[in-house]
Each structure stands twice: as C-alpha cells, then as structure tokens.
C-alpha cells in the first residue's frame, strides 16, 4: 500500500516542477505581461472548473464559479478592445518619416526549456532584473529634473535671501524662532534629498544615457560637487545649543554652498522659456536686488559693531522711535545699499577711517558690478529689438533707393504694403539662415512639422519615401507674392515649381481676368515644365497663367534641386512624369511617340558614347607613344652630335694646308651619320 503511494507522491512533485518549468517558459516567452497572466490565470481556473464539473466527485456550487470567471474574462475582453480602439494613433505621415518612436532595444525572449534548478534561476534572475528597473535613474532633461530644479532652487534662495537678514536683524530672528526652525528643517530635508537626486542622475557617455547606479555613485563622489554638498548639510546649527538660538543664521552658513544648484536652475529656464531676453533682464534685476539685500544687511551690522547711532554716517540708535521699527531698520539700509552702490551718493558722509574704508570697498564694487550689469542690460534690450531694427533698416534702404531711381507712388506703395504684410504676419526671419546650424534630419523635421498642414496636402508627398521627403523638404524656399502678382506666365520658360502653403491663386486666360480655375493651400503647379516630359507640345514652357488673388506663401522648388533630389529614387520620378503625362494628354497637349524607336535610339546613343570613350582611349594612348618615341630620338640625335665632334676634334686632318682631306673626312662623317639615322 505505501509502494503506490510514494510512486504517485513522486509523480506528482515531478508534474508539480514540469509545470514550474513551462510556466516560468511562458512567462518569459510573454515579455512577463501583468495582462496576459492574469488573462491565463482566469482560464486555468475556468478549465480547472470545467474539468471539476465533468468529473464525479464535483460539487453543485462550482458551476457558478466558472461561469463568474468567463463573464470576468468576456469583461475584459471588452474593456481591451475599448481601450485600444480610444488610444490615439500617431500621424502615418510623420510615423514614416521618424521612423518607430520607440528605439528601446530588448533582447528577444528565450526559446530553450528550462527544467528544475534552470527555471527556478532565470525566475531569480528576472526577478533581480525587475528590481533593478524599479531603481528610477533621471535625466537631465527630463521634466521631472527640471522640477525638482525648482524645489532645490526655492531652497537654496531662502538661504541666500533670510540667513543674512536673520543674522544681523536679531528682531526678524528672535520673533518668529519656531517658524524659522521648521522652515529651516524643511530646506536641510531637500539638501539630503538632492544627494539621492544627484546619486541617480544620468550623464551621457558616448552618446548614450548611463543607468548604472553604481557608476553613477561612482562619479558623483569623486567630484568636488559632492564634496560641497556634504559640506551644505553638515548640522552645525546644532552648536545653538551651547552658544543661543540668535547665532543660529550664523551657523546655517554652510547651506549657502549649494548655490551651483541655483544657477543650473536658471540655466535650464533660459533654454525652456519661449522668452529668453526677458527671463534674462529678470535675472539681472534679481542679481541686483540680491547684491544690495546683502550690502545693506552688511551696513547694518557694521553700524553695530562701531555703535547705533554713535556718528552721523552709521544707523541712528534704536532708541529713537522713528528708526526703532525692523521695518525702518530694514528699509534704510536697503535705501543707503541702492544709494551707494550706484554711486549716486547723497548719504551722510564717513566720519571715521573704518566708515571710509567701508564706503571705498562699495564705490569699487558698484562701479565693477553694476557697470557690467547695466552693460549686459542695454545689449539684452537691444537683441531684443534686433529684428525690427533690422527689418526697418531693409526697408529704409529700400525706400532710399526708390526716391533715388525715381520709382512710381503706385509701385512704391505696393512694396511698403507687400513689407508690412510680412511684419504682421511674422514672416520676416529668414528660415534657412536659422535653420543653417542644425544637422540635415533635424532641419527637415522641423520643415515637416512646422509646414505639416501643407505637406499632408501635397499628392507627390503622399508615397514619397522618406527620403526622398528629406532632399524635397530641404530644398524648399518660401516666397511670398502680392495680389495681382503672376506667379508663371503661358509660354515661359520653366525653371521652377510651386507648393502653395497659403493664399488662392487663379488659373486665368489670356486676358488675364477670366478664372479657369482656383488653387488653394496643398496643390502643386509648375512640375510640368521642369520635368522634360518626351512628347510634350510646350517643351519646357508654361502650359497656364496663374496669378495671386491675394498674399500668397508659395514654396517654390527650383528644377535643378529637383533633378538632383529625383535622381536617386526613379520611382518617385516616373510617378511625376506620368502625372504630368496625364495632364498634357487631357489638355491635348501630348503628342504620340513611339517608345520603341526612343529605346532604339537611346541605344545607338550609349553605343556611340562607348565608342568615343574607346577612341578617346586609344588616342591617349598613340600620344603617350608618339611623345616617349620623340623623346628618345631627340636623345639619340644628341649623343650622335657629341660624338661627331669629339671624333672631328681629334682628327689629323686639320693640319693640312688645302685642307682637302678634312673635308672628305667631314664627308665620310656625315654619310656614318646618315647611315645611323
């Protein structure tokens, strides 16, 4: 009886781990989806249910129960497809050009079975995966970063603003002690916890984000940033204990190390904000405020060193009830900081050597500082009437030059109206000239999304490739046209296409009046003439005279950006071609041409084209040996020369008297030289 029994205890444990095992296969086959194993879950325990009702032993009640669990299971089916039908789609068009959002590479699920032990591990080892990914790492340009800026920077400007207040104000400190202790307690919280911020902040290495907070902790302690920070929290306000609650700003100085955070903060703003030149006037004007608080903070407890009221030039006693008040403590001081470091002057002058090196030390620091704040000021007010100033100066010049040329009021008035049309419309900045920094993709991702409207419009964007949309975009030039204007003429020469972004343009006859037709924003006109259709009757002239109703924004295409766009994608340009084929052909404006004899003749070109590169070729070829043969001849007929001399000089024969044997023997030279040649 006990044999059986242990046999079918083991067969069950050894079906108990063949099941651990295929479901730890199939979780990790599943990507481990809290759905779809909740989705299993229900359907085991319906088969578990259906299986127990079938069966003998099964009790009455269980039917309920898997009929509950399918109803929960046809719920959330339901609610499924519900929530994947609301889900926004994202637009088709820019989803092929950018290609997948997603770039997160995961490595593919695996495929071996695991028994035993190995399932049991990869369990742990997914599981220690998962707490991992459960370690948030933020980075620097996440919103959330961002935000967090903001909270350690508000920290930070409390202490930068209050501590010195509250250390040389003893009324400000000592009234309101519990307030200060919470406030204060609060920021050392936001200290400690932007260590832990800073510990799980991400940095690029290479081009990629680093998640490793091992390497992170790494390279946060080996910097003097960490340092610092240790150093900003280190509760030296605790020495209150021993020496009062008065001196206790005094011993928070430390918070004040922190300030690199602060500046981050409004670096970070500076790049988000839509309004950089008055976020940085501000900045300035709270650089400014801040220097005098800490200059007037410093008067008042220089004044209490020398003795309140001991002299004309330091803060009047306190026992006086016109200056006995924090308030008109505070805000003289604040008075005499603005007055002296802006050198305005006007205060009571020093009396002793101390009071006039104060005075000195501000004059120098009112003079280097506030000089180059003011100066930073003007140029910031400046740049930020750059573009009206530059604008007018177009305008101007353009105005000189018509009253010196002697142009028409009418024609004139035209240009000042086409000038302001372009002012209140924002139309002024040269796109391309701002674009010139960014990197090709970026640029023509702004393109695309700036002028999306226009482009979803566009028939030769809809199939284009991505590339394709890439070379057009890029190449795109906007213009602007006046009412009345004629953006092409028939019978003119071609050389450039039309996108209309916005604005109505009208097809007219020949007299200019009559309207054939109405373009609006998304068509295309133009493409015809620059595309050099064979059979076309008007060649590369224009077939239509299109004139502007209005102001109209036109990109315009020029046909040699075209070709070269069109010249590596040859289905994009037999698309163009058969459009255009289309229209000439309903217009009547195509004649019949025989394809074949075009091929043939296509062919004769390319053979006769092989053949001169052939002939070409040889003749490079004769030349090179004409030349190395002249060469070696010219060679020759100098050392034949050399030896014709050497061999007259040393004759015999120059020492008769009629000289008649030298002179055969010159004959006899010149037939040796003859015969060589």
């Known amino acids: 009886m006990m044999g059986p029994v242990k046999d079918s205890h083991r067969l069950s444990v050894k079906t108990w ?259 950089p030149n008055t976020f940085r006037i501000s900045k300035l004007v709270l650089y400014i405020l801040v220097i005098i608080h800490w200059n007037a903070c410093g008067y008042y407890s220089f004044s209490k060193v020398l003795g309140l009221g001991s002299d004309s030039w330091v803060y009047p006693n306190a026992s006086d009830p016109e200056f006995g008040t924090l308030s008109r403590s505070y805000i003289y001081c604040f008075y005499w900081s603005t007055m002296t470091l802006t050198t305005i002057g006007e205060t009571p002058p020093p009396v002793r050597d101390e009071e006039y090196l104060f005075l000195i030390f501000d004059f120098l620091v009112g003079v280097l500082i506030f000089a180059s704040i003011v100066g930073n000021v003007g140029s910031m007010i400046s740049n930020m009437n750059a573009t009206r100033a530059a604008f007018q100066t177009r305008v101007d010049a353009l105005k000189h030059y018509m009253h010196f040329r002697n142009v028409s009021k009418v024609l004139e008035q035209r240009v000042i109206r086409w000038f302001d049309y372009l002012w209140t419309n924002q139309k002024t900045i040269d796109e391309q000239e701002v674009l010139r920094s960014l990197p090709n993709k970026l640029r023509a991702e702004i393109a695309i999304n700036v002028h999306l409207d226009t482009l979803k419009k566009v028939r030769i964007f809809q199939d284009c490739e991505a590339g394709l949309l890439v070379e057009l975009v890029l190449k795109l030039r906007p213009q602007v046209f006046s009412p009345g204007d004629y953006i092409c003429r028939k019978a003119n020469v071609g050389k450039e296409m039309y996108i209309i972004k916005e604005g109505q343009l009208a097809v007219v006859g020949e007299d200019g009046v009559t309207r054939l037709a109405v373009l609006t924003g998304g068509s295309c006109f133009g493409e015809i003439s620059i595309l050099n259709i064979c059979g076309s009757k008007m060649g590369n002239r224009r077939t239509a005279n299109i004139r502007s109703l209005g102001y109209a924004d036109l990109f315009c295409l020029s046909k040699q950006d075209l070709m070269e766009a069109l010249q590596e994608f040859p289905h994009a340009r037999a698309q163009l071609e058969q459009r255009g084929r289309d229209i000439l052909q309903k217009e009547g404006l195509l004649e019949e041409v025989n394809v074949s004899a075009g091929e043939e003749l296509e062919e004769k070109v390319e053979r006769l084209e092989t053949s001169l590169d052939r002939l070409q070729t040889c003749l490079a070829r004769l030349q090179s040996e004409f030349n190395s043969s002249q060469l070696r001849l010219k060679q020759r007929i100098t050392a034949l020369e050399h030896n014709i001399t050497t061999a007259v000089s040393g004759s015999g024969f120059l020492s008769d008297v009629d000289g008649n044997e030298s002179v055969s023997g010159c004959d006899g030279a010149r037939s040796e030289v003859n015969i060589r040649l």
């Open 17 to 275: 781990t063949e099941e651990e095992s295929e479901r730890a296969d199939s979780t990790l086959s599943r990507g481990q989806s809290i759905c779809d194993d909740t989705s299993s879950e229900l359907q085991r325990m319906a088969a578990i249910e259906r299986r127990d009702a079938n069966s003998q032993n099964s009790f009455r009640g269980q039917g309920a129960l898997s009929r509950i669990v399918r109803m929960v299971m046809t719920l959330r089916e339901w609610a499924q497809k519900s929530l994947a039908e609301d889900t926004e789609r994202p637009d088709s068009f820019l989803e092929r050009f950018r290609g997948p959002a997603n770039m997160d590479i995961q490595a593919p699920p695996s495929r071996f079975s695991h028994t035993g032990s190995d399932a049991e591990r990869e369990i742990r080892r997914s599981r220690h995966k998962r707490k991992k990914c459960n370690i948030v790492v933020l980075s620097p340009s996440d919103d959330i970063y961002y935000y967090w800026l903001m909270v350690i920077g508000a920290a930070v400007f409390y202490n930068w603003t209050l501590l010195v207040v509250r250390a040389c104000f003893d009324e400000l400190q000592m009234s309101n002690v519990l307030v200060w202790l919470v406030v204060d307690y609060v920021c050392d919280g936001v200290y400690i916890l932007d260590i832990a911020v800073r510990l799980h902040t991400g940095f690029l290495d290479e081009g990629l984000m680093v998640k490793d907070v091992r390497r992170l902790r790494e390279t946060y302690i080996r910097t003097l940033q960490c340092q610092l920070d240790i150093c900003s929290i280190l509760p030296t306000d605790l020495l209150y204990l021993t020496i009062g609650m008065s001196y206790t700003p005094l011993l928070r100085f430390n918070r004040l190390l922190r300030l690199p955070r602060l500046f981050e903060f409004f670096e970070r703003t500076e790049t988000r904000t839509g309004y």
